[in-house]
């Protein structure tokens, strides 16, 4: 039986997924600070917006939306089509209510329930959370990888299709494992930045794992123009 896919609208890279990624699944986009994460997770969502009309929604919890938009805006994401199925919320409303809002459960039970209501709501099927690194800041995980897996489990009931955005690096294992996360994810994607020469640094797109999927494990850079993101077979430089 064929898999849904959902398009990443990253030129060469849906090849490499086989269309795409598969509809429902977790997955994982990791990566060090400049190496757009959020910028690809947002393009992601803007063109399924865009293109498909799918219902799409954006959850920020470091970043204001208002900064946000205006530095996608800026990267040429300005299409008021694209906006009327793509949802920006900023979560910094629960943040700074913390103290008043815990009196009626615990923050990560308000993120899901706030999180829940709105996606049943209007039907979104595409989201992004931004980032794994700080909801588990605000929910102070006790139990790392069992609070991880009910986060996991939280966004399969959903029926979402999700990227979740993460600071860490996941190829390199610490002691010989991966986070947690890389397990619990259904794919994992890894972003970097590699020096090619003393002058330049290229960055670089992998998928590391994409479960039910035939893909490609190799090295691609990526580069982003004209507001479109693309990847080409990377070459050893330098």
């Known amino acids: 039986m064929a898999v849904s896919r959902i398009k990443t609208y990253v030129r060469g890279f849906d090849d490499a997924l086989a269309g795409g990624l598969p509809e429902g699944y977790i997955t994982l986009i990791a990566g060090a600070p400049g190496t757009m994460k959020s910028s690809l997770c947002f393009s992601v969502l803007y063109n399924n917006a865009l293109v498909e009309g799918r219902k799409s929604a954006y959850f920020t919890l470091e970043e204001g939306k208002d900064i946000l938009l205006e530095h996608m805006q800026g990267l040429g994401f300005t299409e008021e089509k694209a ?17 008043f809002l815990q009196a009626r459960g615990t923050w990560i039970e308000l993120f899901k329930m706030y ?13 992004v959370l931004d980032s794994l690194d700080v909801l588990e800041t605000m929910a102070k995980f006790q139990d790392r990888r069992t609070e991880l897996y009910y986060l996991f ?30 397990y619990l994810a259904d794919g994992v994607v890894q972003l970097g930045l ?32 004209e507001g479109k993101f693309e990847v080409t077979r990377a070459v050893s430089g330098g």
């Open 83 to 99: 906006f009327k199925n793509l949802s920006v919320l900023d979560m910094g409303t629960i943040r700074k209510n913390l103290n």
């Open 115 to 127: 999180a829940s209501n709105f996606m049943r709501s209007e039907k979104i099927s595409l989201l």
């Open 194 to 225: 590699h020096p090619t020469s003393d002058l330049y640094v290229q960055r670089r797109m992998r998928c590391v794992k994409m479960r039910s999927t035939r893909h490609e494990t190799g090295y691609y850079a990526l580069a982003f123009d």
């Open 153 to 182: 489990e939280w966004l399969r009931d959903l029926g979402t299709t999700s990227l979740l955005i993460s600071e860490g690096p996941v190829e390199a294992p610490t002691n010989g494992r991966y986070p947690d996360e890389a």
